[in-house]
């Protein structure tokens, strides 16, 4: 992935190896992954968006994990408190907002 802020469904089924089907399918099985939509109502994910996706993917397709198997883990799994390393990222991309507005 590069340095993109945004990524359209299509370029992330190339990213990941899923079709779009599949992508929006795993919105409504997985609260937790909601891309934003933009003013033209398309889907745009972010990163952390993406690497959710490659997670998810990797438990049913690598791990064994049914649906609602994965889904469970997950929500164990996440923390309403962000780790450093997410607040450094955010960080960075907010930079990186600003300096494109600028």
């Known amino acids: 992935m590069g340095q993109k802020l945004f990524y359209k469904i ?28 933009n003013n033209g109502g398309q889907r745009v994910y972010l990163k952390k968006d993406i690497q959710l996706i490659l997670k998810i993917k990797k438990m049913l397709y690598e791990e064994g994990y049914t649906i609602a198997g994965a889904r469970k883990i997950l929500k164990q799994n996440s923390n309403p408190a962000s780790s450093s390393a997410d607040l450094h990222w955010i960080k960075k991309e907010l930079k990186g907002i600003l300096a494109l507005l600028h």
């Open 10 to 37: 299509g370029e992330v089924s190339k990213l990941t190896g899923l079709e779009s089907y599949v992508l929006r399918f795993w919105e409504n099985e997985f609260s937790f992954l909601h891309p934003k939509k």
